[in-house]
């Protein structure tokens, strides 16, 4: 595959063909897609783009321009949904450093990882970067109309983590309710019910592996789904946890998108 194939299409298929296509062949390896449009321009910055990717980018990858929604499309082979953020930051940073003023909306996705893609998810992409009003990287959510919002119950004990996460996720519809260590986190999952509890290990009181024994014995109409969010990177520790029914393990420094998926697959 060649690094890369520009930009404006003249042949018979449109890009959402051609970027179909190449999903399709990649179906048991996860790709990264990104759409970018920048605000304000009658003319996008491809051949700025092409530079940036020729620097930043240290693996395959593949470029089209769709006229339509004057967007630009990167097709990033071989990259989970986490590298694909990664990759998108830096192509907002660089833009941003060689064409002062600019105002570059992406939106990103990872497939198989996300789901299945299909022309109509991606020109649906393209359309988001386009309209999009939020400077932040969006990450297309392709059920995003099937995700009901949902009572998340955030369980850590350092208050800058808990307001992060509070803020992000009340943007995205769910209900949050906090705690600060392990009974009172188990007192207000009683209380309200949540559906999902995003939890630290590290809590005062009760903790760890324990805390999430307690969590699933707790007398409820329907038990939570569980996402343990810590520091801890020992793999007796992980194994623990995934055998007591947690939905999945997060470790710190965390990427904010990655997780945002993360969630959003366990209202689906």
Known sequence: MANTVTLERQMKDSVYDILDEQLKGMANENSGVVFVHCMDRDQQPDAELQDILARICETEYQVWKDTQTNT??????FMSLNRTHYQALLIKQSLMQVLPGV??????????????????????????????????IKLYTPNETAVRPGKILIVDQEQSTREFLQIRLALQGYDIYEAVDGLSALDMAVKVEP????????????????FIHQIQNLDLKQQPKVIVLTDQRVEQTITQCFEKGVEDYVTKPFSPVELDARIRRCFQ
């Open 72 to 77: 630009i499309a990167v097709f990033l082979p």
């Open 103 to 136: 105002d570059p909306r992406l939106t990103i996705a990872s497939f198989p990882e996300m789901g299945k893609a299909s022309k109509h998810m991606l020109k649906s992409m393209a359309e988001s970067a386009r309209l999009s009003t939020d400077a932040d």
């Open 195 to 210: 559906d999902l509890i995003l939890t630290e290990l590290n809590l005062y009181g009760m903790s760890g592996v324990p």
